[in-house]
């Protein structure tokens, strides 16, 4: 039994396919450099002209959104006090009543 030896034309066409596709993947691998270097240059320009609007426009959206999530959260844990009120009251025996019964005396 012999192995399979693949002629030295087929070696040959394998090498030049494997040189063609790493030589077009290392120019485009160039290109996308390039072009990511430029983009960063024109990006840094605009954003250091637009400085003056941008930075108080991010303090502004910081701050609104902020605001936000600070009084929906108090809303929420409001909404969550009066719930367990609710059922305390009701008799429903909430988590942490143990504790509040004990905090009256009448554990």
């Known amino acids: 039994m012999s192995r399979y030896e693949p002629s030295s034309g087929r070696k040959a066409v394998k090498f030049m396919t494997?040189?063609?596709i790493g030589a077009a993947l290392l120019?485009?691998?160039?290109?996308t450099l390039t072009g990511t270097v430029i983009a960063v240059v024109v990006a840094t320009a605009v954003i250091v002209m637009f400085s003056p609007i941008l930075v108080?426009?991010?303090i502004a959206v910081f701050s609104v959104i902020s605001g936000?999530?600070?009084s929906?959260?108090?809303g929420l844990a409001a909404v969550m006090v009066l719930l367990w009120i609710y059922n305390y009251v009701s008799g429903k025996h909430p988590p942490?009543?143990?504790k509040w019964i004990m905090?009256?005396?009448?554990g």
Request: charged share 10%; no cysteine; hydrophobic share 45%.
């Open 18 to 20: 494997a040189g063609t």
């Open 27 to 31: 120019v485009w691998s160039g290109l």
């Open 56 to 58: 108080p426009a991010a």
């Open 68 to 70: 936000i999530v600070f």
């Open 72 to 74: 929906s959260g108090r």
């Open 96 to 98: 942490g009543a143990d």
């Open 103 to 106: 905090l009256e005396g009448g």
